[in-house]
């Protein structure tokens, strides 16, 4: 008789009757196969469970190291300031990022070392089971939840080393400050961010101007099916902040024929012969849009796959951008030049920049 491993009842063999080949001795299922439990090894305590002066060190070595993490965040905000990097030389950079990252490195490798060793040096030593028991919310159980916690606490020491658990505190309270301290420092700190990115270089008579070389752009120059990388003129000759300007202000110019165009009734204006121009600056997180297919008029952001139909007012087809590229107006000057009617109406990049 074999046994089923399922139900644990016997199962009974072919009867013979049915002229079924006889079962192979490789393949009978014999329960005595099972290995059993070994359950666990025997308890090897450590140092620091029977030498009252190295678990003391111990200690100390787990909070030195989060004053070290506190140490290394200070550092990371002061080097921010002693080595500045607003003169564009590339060795300001280079030392302004070394010491930002030996100062977060330190910070995140003290809180990381140190909670390794309170764990392996201070920490209860038990080897334990934990057994699955089913989803419940009796008081029992809940109570069974708060004697976890509570065992927890005692078990780490969490309560009880003091000067340990202040000092972990301490660092994670530092640790995120030098982000906050390199993140406000993006924007200028004398003028206010949300202004500065409502705005562009853009404003009426500004004529179009190729990227990078600054030429300016005639109507009679963009071909049927064509895409100019844009940058308004007078860009090239800024001294300081021409990256952020132009990260603002960069624009995709194509020409259709004007009967695929299908405009909006108040932006019917805002085109001339076809000629349209819109923000190179993806509406997702900001990465540009540079890859134009003339056959069906779709800009492909070849980050995040968002695509735009410049048929349709740069509207979104597909991808995670979830409004249209912004469109800037754009006539033509008594030269022939292109020129745009005034900055964009809406501000340009990621939606969360309209979330003031």
């Not at 009679?220 to 132009?246: R, W, Y």
Request: glycine share 8%.
């Amino acid at each position: 008789m074999a046994q089923d491993d399922h139900s644990g009842t016997d199962v009974a063999a072919a009867d013979s009757s049915h002229a079924a080949p006889a079962a192979s001795p490789g393949t009978a299922l014999i329960a005595q196969d099972a290995f059993e439990n070994p359950g666990f090894p025997a308890h090897r305590p450590r140092v620091t469970d029977e030498d009252p002066k190295r678990e003391k060190r111990a200690q100390r070595t787990v909070y030195t190291l989060f004053y070290l993490s506190i140490v290394g965040s200070v550092w990371a905000i002061a080097a921010y300031m002693l080595f500045p990097m607003e003169s564009n030389n590339v060795g300001d950079v280079r030392l302004n990022n070394l010491f930002i990252g030996l100062g977060a490195t330190l910070a995140l490798l003290g809180i990381g070392f140190g909670a390794v060793h309170w764990a392996k040096s201070l920490m209860y030593d038990v080897e334990l089971v934990d057994e699955r028991h089913p989803v419940g919310g009796s008081p029992e159980t809940q109570a069974a939840a708060v004697k976890v916690f509570q065992d927890a606490d005692r078990e780490s020491g969490f309560s009880r080393r003091a000067v340990i658990r202040n000092s972990l505190i301490g660092a994670l309270l530092v640790f995120p400050l030098p982000a906050v301290v390199l993140f406000r420092g993006l924007a200028p700190q004398d003028q206010n961010p949300i202004e500065l990115l409502s705005h562009t270089m853009w404003k009426k008579g500004t004529r179009l101007a190729l990227d990078p070389s600054g030429a300016p752009i005639k109507a009679s120059d963009v071909t049927m099916g064509s895409a100019f990388h844009v940058i308004p003129e007078g860009l090239q000759d800024l001294e300081h902040g021409k990256l952020d300007e132009k990260a603002k202000a960069a624009v995709l110019l194509m020409r259709l024929d004007p009967k695929d165009l299908n405009e909006l009734p108040e932006r019917k204006n805002w085109s001339y012969d076809g000629i349209v121009a819109y923000s190179k600056i993806c509406t997702h997180v900001g990465c540009p849009v540079a890859l134009y297919e003339q056959h069906t008029h779709h800009l492909l952001c070849p980050c995040h796959q968002s695509q735009f139909d410049v048929s349709n007012h740069c509207e979104v087809i597909f991808g995670p951008a979830k409004r249209p590229l912004p469109q800037l107006p754009i006539a033509v000057d008594d030269e022939g030049y292109l020129i745009a009617q005034s900055d964009f109406t809406e501000p340009v990049g990621p939606s969360f920049w309209e979330r003031h």
